[in-house]
């Protein structure tokens, strides 16, 4: 599994760990990457996304799944998102 999020793209970041006599060591900084199932309204079913605890918390402040996807710029997420999005544009819109 990557280490990636499915909505935002959050991944892997890597930096130093520095010591106290100021060596630095090379490190990972990894998402917080958690499995999910999130409801969508629109479709009517449940969907499985590998998503950082941070959007976690932001589709919930947002009210679901929709509304994250819906209230966010197309720039902000990943190809997989936007597809998400459509279709549930498209199943809002009656077609």
């Known amino acids: 599994m990557a280490r990636v999020c499915a909505l935002t793209g959050k991944k892997v970041q890597y930096g130093h760990n520095v010591s106290h006599s100021k060596r630095a060591t090379n490190r990972r900084f990894e998402p917080n990457i958690q499995k999910v199932r999130l409801q969508s309204e629109a479709l ?18 947002k009210g679901g799944l929709d509304a994250y996807l ?26």
């Open 70 to 95: 819906l209230g966010t710029d197309d720039l902000k997420l990943q190809p997989g998102a936007i597809r998400l999005k459509n279709k549930i544009r498209r199943k809002l819109s009656g077609r």
């Open 44 to 61: 009517g079913q449940r969907i499985p996304l590998n998503i950082a605890a941070r959007t976690l918390r932001s589709v919930q402040k």
